[in-house]
């Protein structure tokens, strides 16, 4: 059975801390791994990994991947107040199906 | 531009009653999904479809129904509703690739469709 597990479950920082959200898979097929934030509505695309050791990067935001160790972990550095959310992983499979973690919260205090 | 669009964005249903949630998009995407993210859990997803009158269940199916009649729509169905079936739920897509890799990256989502069964 595919499965994408994320730590920690929750999280609660203060402005300007650096955080890191784990987010390890056991799949079969695996075509890439992709980062979305969540915030009341909808999740929104932050990152598509598919190769190891490539970090990506997107402001105070960036991401690799371990195909190896079968693992992949979203950093944000100098926090802010609208980071808070919750960040999913999700990893696509063969057939482009698209099976996600449970999700970080995280909050970031003032 | 439209995008995803799902209706209704919050539904009451008494145990036992059926209900159809809407999804269309204008994107001509072939790839269509239906997941559920319940309170503190990340998304389940329950039915794809990879085209037109092509569907296939995902992780939770149990209860629930789809059809892909055209590329633009995607109804979920859900028969005899329970009150289990409590949940956000969320309509999106995805471009099919070429050159048989078909991975794209994103799934462009709906904006969430909120469901109770009491």
């Known amino acids: 059975e595919d499965k994408v597990v994320q730590s920690p479950l929750s999280l609660v920082v203060h402005e300007g801390d650096t955080v890191t959200l784990n987010c390890s898979y056991e799949?079969?097929?695996?075509?890439?791994l992709l980062w979305y934030k969540q915030e009341k509505k909808a999740p929104t695309f932050l990152f598509m990994l598919t190769s190891s050791g490539i970090e990506k990067k997107s402001g105070r935001l960036s991401s690799i991947l371990d195909k190896k160790e079968l693992f992949s972990i979203l950093n944000i550095t100098a926090t802010q107040t609208g980071d808070s959310a919750i960040y999913l992983c999700a990893v696509v499979v063969s057939g482009n199906q698209f099976y996600f973690g449970t999700g970080t919260s995280l909050t970031v205090i003032p | 531009n439209a995008g995803v669009t799902q209706t209704p964005k919050f539904r009451i249903l008494k145990i036992g009653q059926s209900m159809t949630l809407q999804c269309t998009q204008d994107?001509?995407?072939?790839?269509m999904y239906w997941y559920r993210q319940d309170p503190g859990m990340g998304l389940k997803l329950i039915y794809y479809s990879v085209g037109a009158g092509i569907t296939d269940k995902g992780e939770v199916p149990n209860g629930y129904n789809v059809s892909r009649s055209t590329t633009e729509d995607f109804p979920l169905r859900l028969e005899l509703a329970a009150p289990s079936q409590t949940s956000v739920y969320f309509c999106a897509s995805s471009p099919a690739g070429t050159s048989g890799f078909i991975n794209t990256g994103e799934l462009f989502f709906g904006e969430g469709s909120r469901l109770t069964v009491l």
């Open positions: 799949v079969t097929n695996f075509r890439s």
């Open positions: 994107m001509n995407h072939n790839y």
